[in-house]
């Protein structure tokens, strides 16, 4: 069984002065997980400042370039208090998407159920030591194990959200997000 310990780098950045710090995980229970039974018990847990997307399968978690983007439009909006929607963690998934429809974004990333699903937790002015201690209490209180994820598992589901070849999707989400940005 993996282990409880959250031992995956984080990604951290700055962003108008404000350290940002994010760690993405494959979560098991040993048995089937579904989004829409463990998003709200998950976020129930969470402190102030820290949001959570889970997503239906660990193969939907994006790169890390893709990720750094949404994240950084993400917690742009938090600051300015310009969100998509009022959930950060659902702003996050329609930056993914590169655009607005949050019913598609739900079907897309988090309907369904899966032995392994996929988490983002980010934070805005924490520490990591801070995120990585939230997130083992999460962890602990739902009986939930973590183990990381190999970095280009999900570029063909990128793809096929994109309409283009597995080479240019990222390069084309970035772009379909920077849109959405400036329309906020």
């Given at each position: 069984m993996p282990a409880r310990h959250v031992d995956a780098s984080p990604l951290s950045f700055?962003?108008?002065s404000t350290p940002?710090?994010?760690v993405q995980l494959c979560l098991s229970s040993g048995g089937e997980l579904c989004v829409k039974d463990v998003l709200p018990r998950v976020e129930?847990?969470?402190p102030k400042n820290i949001y959570v997307s889970l997503f239906d399968d660990c193969r939907k978690l994006p790169p890390r370039s893709l990720l750094l983007s949404a994240l950084a439009y993400t917690c742009r909006g938090l600051l300015e208090g310009?969100?998509?929607s009022r959930?950060?963690?659902l702003d996050l998934l329609l930056y993914l998407q590169g655009d607005r429809n949050i019913h598609m974004a739900v079907q897309r990333f988090s309907s369904g159920c899966g032995r392994r699903i996929g988490a983002v937790f980010f934070a805005l002015g924490v520490e990591p030591e801070d995120l990585r201690?939230?997130?083992e209490g999460v962890l602990g209180s739902l009986g939930l194990q973590?183990?990381?994820?190999g970095e280009n598992e999900s570029i063909d589901f990128y793809a096929e959200i994109a309409g283009v070849p597995g080479e240019k999707a990222i390069d084309h989400l970035r772009a379909r997000m920077a849109l959405e940005a400036l329309e906020v």
């Open positions: 700055r962003l108008k940002i710090v994010a129930s847990l969470l310009r969100t998509i959930k950060p963690g201690q939230a997130v973590a183990e990381g994820q």
